[in-house]
């Protein structure tokens, strides 16, 4: 910054001199002149930002107030306190660090929301985003603490409510030792029951789809009617080899009984009547009867028996036959073979229509087993996806009763960190206020100083370099400003801000 005017000399009449050369910056003096000059603007200023700020600190800032809690850690099996940080610093260090991210994960503020709700957290009616305004408030308010080679861990939150505060905190470390049970020691049996829980699903959505795929087939029991088929077309063809040879046996025999047929006549002779039997008969019955009233010697029995021996002598010669009544029919062997012809070719009928039934069948059955073939590949897929799935749920059956059996022993260890004293609501808060006055005083005056220092510069240096006035002469001096003209036509700045100060030396430029 240089000066709007020239001479820096002294002001008295009766000091002279060489002319001064301008210097081109402010000093100290310079600054203090120039806030002494706006005093007023200063003093106005700062009073009009103290009060806003002040006003601001008293309306705006509230008191705070901070719960405490603590949580003992036990590094050993043995759960008192005298086992607390019993093994190494490198040891404790690791497992307080592991304690403190677990204690303040996220997970466990979510907890912690999830209990509370974001209008306790919030202490106010939540609107939209309230989660995410609450878990800010959660992470914000809560902060942890440790001394060295403690196993103790000092958690704290800070809330405008006393008795929000102690709940928010107390809630945290409830949900802190739950969340640290569920990780530690029943996250993997949590794990397996929902691992078995998909195993099965995806055992029945395996069912499922292989249940859908033999209802859209048709199929009751893939495998069985796979196997009934073949046996059956198996079974058909010998049926039919067996059909066919009798069919075969009927005909061959059918054209054998034909054959015979034609040297067998139909109609046969079946007897020859005549008289010579008959009165022959008739003599030896009348003789019969004369041997019961006569002696063999007599006269009547020897006439009757030279009759009968007379026609046997005649019977004998062969002259009787051929002669008589004759009687014929049909014959019984032709009848008999008749028969049995007509049986074999029924038989033989019979035999063809079994064939052809069982051909038939035979054609549906092979033509299921090659559709049921077919399919066998989709069937096989489908089949073994529930093979797997039945495998990977008896795997996971397994582990999740062997974590189960290995789980009860363990349920101990979580009582390693003990709760010391919970949360109460604190007596005192502490409050801003003080430190928000000093600040607004700090302002208050850094910017009044500020902009006087910026008024005065404007209206002494800036401002008035454009209206330059010469400094009056009095007449004492007159015999000076004759001998010295170029000091008394030297410009003073309109607007000195050294007009008023009191001269309490004069000290000559030594710049030259």
Known sequence: MTR????????HPAASGPVHAPRGELDLFDVIALAWSQKGFIALIFALVFAVGAAASLMLLKPTYTAETRLLVLLDSNPTPTAAGVGDAFMLDQVMQSESELLSSEAVRRLALDTLGADVVLGEQAGLNADGVALRELRGGFELSREPNSSAINATFKSPSAERSALILNTIVDAYLAYREQVLFETGVSGLEVRREQADAAVSQARGELD???RTHDLANFEAERL????????????ISQARAERDSALAGASALRERL??????????VENGVSGVLLDRRAERASLLARYQPTAPAVQAVDREIAAIESF????????????????NPVRQTLESELATREANAQAQASLVTALETQARDNRNLVNRLRQLEPDYTRLAQNITAAEEAAGAVAALEAT????????????????LIDRASPPMEGSSMKKL?????FVLAAGLALFLGLLR??????VRAAGLPRSRPVTPAAAPAQEQAPVTAAHPVAANDPFDGLPILAHVADRTL
């Open 315 to 330: 019977i004998q010669s062969g002259a009787t036959e051929g002669e008589g009544q004759r009687r014929t029919g049909a």
């Open 212 to 214: 859908a795929f033999l």
């Open 436 to 440: 928000g006055l000093i600040g607004a």
């Open 4 to 11: 709007a005017y020239q001479d820096m000399g002294p002001a």
């Open 403 to 418: 974590a189960s059996a290995r789980r009860a022993p363990s349920l101990g260890a979580a009582d390693a960190v003990r």
């Open 228 to 239: 009934t088929a073949e046996n059956l077309v198996g079974n058909l063809s010998e049926r």
């Open 456 to 461: 005065g510069y404007w209206l002494t240096y």
């Open 262 to 271: 034609f040297q067998i006549p139909e109609s046969i002779e079946l007897y």
